[in-house]
């Protein structure tokens, strides 16, 4: 059987799937149809349904849980991995402030809206160019995420708020950033077998770290290796093998804070 599956080209993400990609490991007869996308566009994606299984926003997931159900492997979930709002130190932030946000259905905004509700002038901007919009003065501060984090400091810029820390101080939770969603529509014993071989695919990955050092260095966009590292390394632990109590309970918060339903958000056993 071939499905589509998006996921982006940060490490995190080719890390994981390497193995299920190419065959690394038993893929139970599933053919994958890799496409590659920014979460944003993937959250987009995933709202109007179109690939089978894919990354996605768990604040995204609020808007689709009626046409995608939760793998328990593949999270980009756990503690001081969370956005930062930056800024240049000189800048001082009024509720007028233009913010450069990664995408509307990104954790990272529903987090923002949570934490300074104050800030309505948002401007939805790739990911990776948000440093670089704070530097030339087009915003006044930007909502940062991924491998930017390691690097915002070497451009003289200035932190405002960790929105992870924010969150575990609210919840004593870990941050639960996206995970991996199938459609609902496929037959149960196809979800199983999806979340079976996903989880092969990131326990492979864990114990066999440099098998996959060729497939995400050509996605990675000219990252330094030490910077590679540091994001699998951050984004890619024990909840991305399983969420556990601890990752379920944070993915329910996320639906009660956005007052919405999370019955039925996890594939069944």
């Known amino acids: 059987m071939k499905l589509t599956l998006g996921f982006s080209a940060c490490p995190n993400d080719t890390f994981i799937f390497d193995a299920l990609v190419h065959h690394k490991i038993d893929t139970e007869g599933l053919e994958f149809e890799v496409v590659f996308a920014d979460v944003e ?45 930056i800024k240049k130190p000189e800048t001082i932030l009024t509720s007028e402030s233009k913010i450069a946000i990664p995408g509307k259905y990104t954790t990272a905004n529903m987090l923002l809206g949570i934490a300074f509700p104050e800030y309505q002038n948002k401007v939805e901007t790739l990911f990776s160019d948000i440093e670089d919009d704070v530097i030339k003065a087009k915003v006044e501060a930007g909502l940062i995420i991924h491998e930017n984090r390691f690097t915002y400091k070497d451009k003289g810029l200035k ?12 919840t004593q939770l870990p941050i639960p950033l996206g995970g991996i969603v199938v459609k609902r529509a496929l037959p149960l014993v196809i979800q199983q077998k999806i979340e079976r071989v996903l989880r092969k695919s990131v326990e492979y990955a864990l114990e066999n770290p440099n098998s996959s050092a060729d497939y995400v260095q050509c996605h990675a966009q000219e990252m330094e290796k030490e910077v590679v590292d540091a994001h699998i390394n951050l ?24 007052e919405k339903k999370s019955s039925s958000v996890f594939v069944e056993h």
């Open 41 to 85: 566009q993937l959250n987009k994606w995933a709202l109007d349904g179109e690939l089978d299984v894919t990354k996605l926003s768990y604040h995204a997931f609020t808007y689709c849980v009626n046409d995608y159900v939760l793998l328990d492997s593949g999270s980009a979930l756990g503690n001081n991995c969370g956005p930062l709002l």
């Open 159 to 170: 932190k405002v708020k960790d929105l992870g820390e924010f969150w575990e101080e609210e």
């Open 235 to 258: 984004y890619v632990n024990d909840y991305s093998i399983s969420l556990g109590k601890k990752g379920r309970k944070a993915v329910e918060i996320v639906f009660e804070k956005e």
